[in-house]
């Protein structure tokens, strides 16, 4: 006998933010840059964020967003802070980011996804720099990675933007933007998003974003030619809920800078990752259900 599971007609996709609510997000942003004979650089950055609501007004969520893991393989180092709590006595990177763990930051979400706001890693990172010792010039490495501008655009990037109208199976919808890439610059970014399954209110979901730069993008070592630039993903909505299941998107980009041709890839996740004492607690009533 083969069961088939009922489709539903239409979902709103929209995050249902209720003041006091927490939610445990883990984002993964891992970048590669293939410089040919010159080698690759890898980097990985994980973070563990627990989301508490602290106000909604006219639609748009205050959140105060603290790390309570974090994951990093950068620059020949490498510190999660699941393995190595008391580690990092003597590598930089690995004292600064067990320093992070359990720090807060502000953020302001709308319903539909989009980031208005990310403040107060710039200062966190700032103060606890001044702490460390650093002769190795990881210490501005650091500062590129945490800051407010670039944690929001690792947020930008992995959040879907929704539609403003309730979804069908095959339904569409356009949404226009600017994404900062790191090393690259800023670039206007249309993204077209298409509904490819809908079971009861999990909606699936598919994505295809081409990426504009202006002319004289930049990066840390002067002036870059982009040659070729563009994103996928894909992702999952729980409508019943209004929270995101679970999103990836990989950007693509291939530029020349010097002289030389390079290509970098960014691929950047968003996935529901609450502990079980979170899926007990506030806002999370209906997952024990």
Known sequence: ?????????????????????????????????????????RQTILLGMRMEITDVKDRV???????????????????DSEDNKDSGKEDVMAKVMAAMVGKSFEMSLKDTGEVVEVRGCSDTIEKILKDVKDDSGMSSHLKAQ?????????????????????????????????????????????????????????VNFKTKTTLEFGEGSEDMHGSVDIWDAGAEGNGTWDGDQGRLTESKMETKVTAEAHGQEFEIIITSTMKWAPTNDERKGVGHEDDNK
């Open 1 to 41: 006998m083969i069961l088939l599971t009922p489709r539903s007609g239409k979902v709103e996709l929209k995050w249902t933010f209720e003041k006091g609510s927490i939610l445990r997000y883990e984002l993964t942003h891992a970048m590669l840059m293939d410089r040919g004979e010159r080698g690759k650089i």
């Open 61 to 79: 969520a205050a959140i105060r967003v603290t790390l309570d893991r974090i994951k990093v393989e950068m620059a020949g180092s490498e510190y």
């Open 146 to 202: 945490f800051n407010d501008a670039q944690i929001r655009a690792l947020v930008d990037t992995a959040l879907p933007c929704l539609p403003k109208e309730v979804v069908a199976e095959g339904g569409r919808w356009n949404h226009e933007s600017v994404l900062s890439i790191h090393r690259i610059g800023q670039a206007a970014a249309k993204s077209k998003f298409k509904v490819t399954g809908i079971s009861g209110k999990i």
